[in-house]
């Protein structure tokens, strides 16, 4: 017998009716008290954390249904020492029948960063089994939560058995936690926020069921535009790179330059800045392979930027030695909910696809097919998620 029914008894005991009347409220009220406290009685299923919906009948619950969090981490860059991943000190993960959503931090040389991580229940079982992992880098003023809720990836997860792995942006770093793209010192792979997501990425793959050869990148808007950067300095950690509504590798140096790249004027390419002494510009010569998704009415980042993301991939793959040219076909469709888009992919001589851009007709700067629970979202699709991990999982092992 639980609290609840001992209580009850003794109001019944006493000659009060707590099935009706004044006192079923009184009895309510008690009941809701000692559910919320953990000590039974409880007749309602229990509701979702803020953030995370409410699972309907046959759903799947896709994260936990409560909130991990831990004391924030110092930004200051610590002294040398191999890189380790470390858990938040305040709780132990939170767990849903769906799997773990984890929150940790990673120190090395290069800095400080909180991250999510998101093990479906396939990693538990996996022992010796490896499991691919895509790297979610969320955009300006959001979080892992909050691009997890979004973009539904670990939705996918549960179904195709894949760690999801979110960095999450200080706001000691950048103000409004935008990853810093425009930035030439996070541009290149010894230092700054490539060298510390890449150790990160390693970090994790090492004490985790993680396929080292099936790692991918992808990210939203300034988390796009670092996805991009990880392509060209870390090659040989990310087999594919998936940018939403980002720009191309180094298309800015500052601030003022990239305001200038999101407006869609390409100040990279001119001879020189005014006031600097080199061209600070940096080709991308990396071949990755790489799927792109962009609205066309998008005025925060203009949609050039992806078709110069496409751009540099397509010049990276022709510099390769013995490479017979890429074919590009091109498609137009309508989702169900009006979205209309245009597919283009670029496939190599073998058929594989290298580069695919989807082309998102009347759409703006919003993930596509993304959950209403995150920010930045456009539930009319397609589904950018979905696509881009077909895309991924496609490629051959980096």
Known sequence: MNIQDTIERALKAAGLNTTSGPMRGVTETIRKALSSAGLGGATEPPRAAP???????????????????????????????PPVAKPSAATKPAETAEGQF??????????????????????????????????????????????????????LADQHGFLVLYPEQAASANPSRCWNWFSPHDQVREAGEPALIAGMVQAVAAEQP??????????????????????????????????????????????????????????????????????????????????????????TVQQSNGDQIVSQALAAYASEAGKNGVKASSEEGTTDAGQRYTRTRHLAAD?????????????????SGGNAEGSF??????????????????QPAA
């Not at 580069?355 to 703006?364: D, N």
């Open 51 to 81: 953030g995370q919906s409410t699972p309907r009948d046959g759903d799947t619950i896709e994260v936990v249904a409560r909130e991990v969090a831990g004391p924030a981490e110092a930004e200051t860059p610590t002294a040398p020492h």
């Open 102 to 155: 984890l929150a940790r931090s990673f120190s090395s040389a290069a800095g400080t960063r909180a991250y999510k991580l998101y093990l479906p229940p396939q990693a538990a079982k996996a022992q010796a089994k490896a499991l691919p992992m895509v790297v979610m880098l969320h955009g300006c003023t959001q979080s892992a939560d909050d691009f997890a809720a979004g973009t539904q990836m670990n939705r």
């Open 210 to 299: 993680v396929d080292p050869r099936r790692i991918y990148v992808a990210g939203l808007s300034a988390g796009a535009a670092m996805a991009v950067i990880l392509g060209q300095t870390h090659p040989e950690l990310f087999a594919a790179v998936g940018a939403h509504s980002g720009l191309p590798y180094a298309a800015a140096h500052d601030i003022p330059s990239a305001m200038a790249a999101m407006k869609g004027r390409v100040v990279m390419g001119r001879a020189h800045f005014p006031g600097t002494p080199e061209d600070p510009r940096r080709p991308a010569t990396q071949a990755v392979p790489v799927i792109v998704f962009h609205g066309d009415r998008d005025h």
């Open 351 to 367: 058929g594989r696809c290298l580069i695919e851009a989807w082309a998102l007709h009347g759409a703006g700067h919003a993930w």
């Open 377 to 394: 979202t456009d539930q009319k699709g397609p589904d950018a998620s979905a696509e881009m991990l077909r895309f991924f999982l496609a």
